[in-house]
């Protein structure tokens, strides 16, 4: 698993999503620093509550001001959200039934969940949000 340095070049210039996007980058870093260190699920079970919360909330924030601005890929969007929160779920499922998911140890959560869709559908939705306020 590789870690996870955030960098202004991710920002989408939308002050309250880049805040947001930082914040959620703490959060997977925290996450990957735990399970580098060998915890146990117990002990990553807050912090992917949090981390689970945080996404809710964020993705609120974005669909509203893509409702808002009348984003033409508001649907596709919405639907990559969904699809977030469900690997998101799977973890805390797998986390509650006393277990690390495998793909924890395999894969770069940060570039699955995080910069994919940053780099991205969201730099998509800042720059269509920052030309409607030009």
């Known amino acids: 698993m590789t870690s996870l340095n955030w960098s202004d070049s991710y920002n989408v210039n ?7 996007h930082r914040e959620m980058a703490d959060l997977v ?5 735990a399970i580098a260190a060998g915890a146990d699920p117990d002990s990553l079970k807050p912090i992917v509550r949090s981390l689970l919360d945080h996404t809710r909330d964020h993705f609120a924030l974005e669909e509203g001001l893509m ?4 984003y033409p890929k508001t649907r596709l ?7 977030l929160l469900r690997q998101l779920e799977i ?3 797998a986390l509650a039934e006393g277990r690390i ?18 780099a991205h559908s969201d730099s998509e ?9 030009a």
């Open 101 to 118: 998911p495998s793909f924890c140890h395999n894969m770069d959560i940060s570039a699955d969940w995080i910069m994919v869709h940053v």
């Open 14 to 20: 939308v002050e309250a999503i880049d805040v947001q």
């Open 125 to 133: 939705l800042g720059r269509f949000i920052n030309s409607r306020q």
């Open 91 to 93: 973890v805390q499922q």
């Open 67 to 70: 409702d808002q601005h009348g």
């Open 77 to 83: 969007h919405k639907s990559e959200h969904a699809n």
């Open 29 to 33: 870093e925290k996450l990957h620093l």
